[in-house]
C-alpha cells in the first residue's frame, strides 16, 4: 500500500462548480497535511495545509482532515480554467531521531472546463 | 529577495558522466530536501538534511549522493550508478514550529541524460 494514494484523475469540472479532490493516508502517525497546486513544467506551491480535524477554509479552497479515517480532501469552489493543474497531496511524519519526512501522493490532475 | 534557486533550469549530460545540480537558499532555513519527479509522477524524496553536515537517505537515494557543508548550500550528485537520472529535479527547504510547517520549492532542474 503506497503511504499517500490519490486519484490520478484527470477529474473535470465545469467553470464555476466545486471540485473535490481527495487523498488517503497510511501512517496514523501522521501530523500535518498538505495540499501543493503544480502546473505543468513547475515546482509545487503550497495552497493548504491542516493538522487538526475538521474543515479549514481560505478563500475559495477548504481542507477537510478526518484522521480516524485517514483521509484528507480539497474543495474548490467556484472553480475557474486557472485552478487547472495538478494537485498534489503531502503527509509529514516525525520519525525516530526528530527527522522530519513528506510523502507525496502521486497528484490528481484537475481539468476546469470553460 | 528571499528564496530558493537552482541552477541550470536544462542540464544536458552524457551517459556514464557525474553531474552536480546546485540549490542555494537565503530563507536561513535549517531543513533542505531533494525531491525527483517524473513525468506523471509524485515528488519522491532522495535525501534530506535537517542541519549542516547532517543528512539522510530518502526513498530512492542510490545513485546519488549530497552534502551540506553550509545551511545556506545542499548541492546534488548525480552518479554514473543511477540507472534512470533522467527526471526533474526539485531541491526544497523548510521552516517548522510546533504543528506550522511549510516547505518551499525552488523552480526545478531538469536533467537530460543521453
Known amino acids: 500500500q503506497k503511504e499517500v494514494e490519490q486519484n490520478s484523475g484527470p477529474l473535470s469540472v465545469p467553470e464555476g462548480a466545486i471540485a473535490s479532490l481527495n487523498c488517503t493516508y497510511s501512517?496514523?502517525?501522521?501530523?500535518?497535511f498538505f495540499w501543493y497546486r503544480q502546473y505543468s513544467g513547475k515546482s509545487p506551491e503550497l495552497i493548504m495545509f491542516i493538522y487538526s480535524n475538521g474543515d479549514k477554509e481560505d478563500g475559495r479552497f477548504t481542507a477537510q482532515l478526518n484522521k480516524a479515517s485517514q483521509y484528507v480532501s480539497l474543495l474548490i469552489r467556484d472553480s475557474q480554467p486557472s485552478d487547472s493543474a495538478t494537485y498534489l497531496c503531502a503527509v509529514k511524519i516525525l520519525e525516530s531521531g526528530g527527522y522530519q519526512k513528506v510523502t507525496f501522493g502521486t497528484g490528481t490532475k484537475l481539468q476546469v472546463i470553460p | 529577495d528571499g528564496g530558493i534557486t537552482q541552477s541550470p533550469k536544462y542540464l544536458f549530460r552524457k551517459e556514464g558522466q557525474n553531474v552536480t545540480l546546485s540549490c542555494e537558499q537565503n530563507l536561513n532555513h535549517d531543513a533542505m530536501y531533494w525531491y525527483r519527479q517524473d513525468p506523471g509522477q509524485g515528488l519522491r524524496l532522495i535525501y534530506y538534511s535537517q542541519i549542516v553536515n547532517d543528512f539522510q537517505k530518502g526513498d530512492i537515494a542510490e545513485g546519488y549522493s549530497v552534502s551540506r557543508e553550509k545551511k545556506e548550500s545542499f548541492p546534488l550528485t548525480v552518479t554514473s550508478a543511477q540507472k534512470n537520472p533522467t527526471a526533474f529535479y526539485l531541491c526544497?527547504?523548510?521552516?517548522?514550529?510546533?504543528?506550522?510547517?511549510?516547505?518551499?520549492f525552488g523552480p526545478g532542474t531538469r536533467l537530460t541524460v543521453t
Open positions: 501512517d496514523r502517525g501522521s501530523q500535518s
Open positions: 526544497a527547504s523548510s521552516i517548522s514550529e510546533g504543528f506550522y510547517y511549510e516547505q518551499y
